[in-house]
């Protein structure tokens, strides 16, 4: 069974950084690609990150630029998003994603195939 598993939320003053994960089972996560997505509560869920399986290019919604960064450790199969200078509008359950079209995963109006459960990140002012 395709699984997603997340990891790494929690509870953080502004300022400080988490790094979430995303390890997968099942399939092998590099010739996916990948999306980390947010849903804060009252609000519609927004893409944040993705990276592409083809190139390794990434894209990154405009908010966090600068301070979130995606990347793949391929030997462990898993996805990570590590944030720094943490806002607490930065606060959302977060999850991963993953696809084999890369516009479902990167601003695309289809949602990707497979989705992680979620981690909430919530961010203290």
């Known amino acids: 069974q395709v699984r997603l598993v997340e990891s790494g939320g929690g509870l953080v003053d502004a300022g400080g950084s988490l790094r979430l994960s995303c390890a997968a089972s099942?399939?092998?996560?590099?010739?996916?690609?990948i999306g980390w997505f947010r849903q804060a509560p009252g609000k519609e869920r927004e893409g944040v990150s993705c990276?592409?399986?083809?190139?390794?290019?990434?894209q990154y919604l405009e908010s966090v630029k600068g301070r979130f960064t995606i990347s793949i450790d391929n030997t462990k199969n898993t996805v990570y998003l590590q944030m720094n200078s943490l806002k607490p509008e930065d606060t959302a359950v977060y999850y991963c994603?993953?696809?084999?079209?890369?516009?479902?995963?990167?601003?695309?109006?289809?949602?990707?195939?497979?989705w992680g459960q979620g981690a909430q990140v919530t961010v203290s002012s």
């Open positions: 994603a993953a696809d084999g079209v890369f516009a479902r995963t990167c601003g695309g109006r289809t949602p990707p195939i497979y």
């Open positions: 990276i592409s399986t083809n190139d390794g290019s990434t």
């Open positions: 099942e399939f092998t996560l590099r010739y996916y690609n």
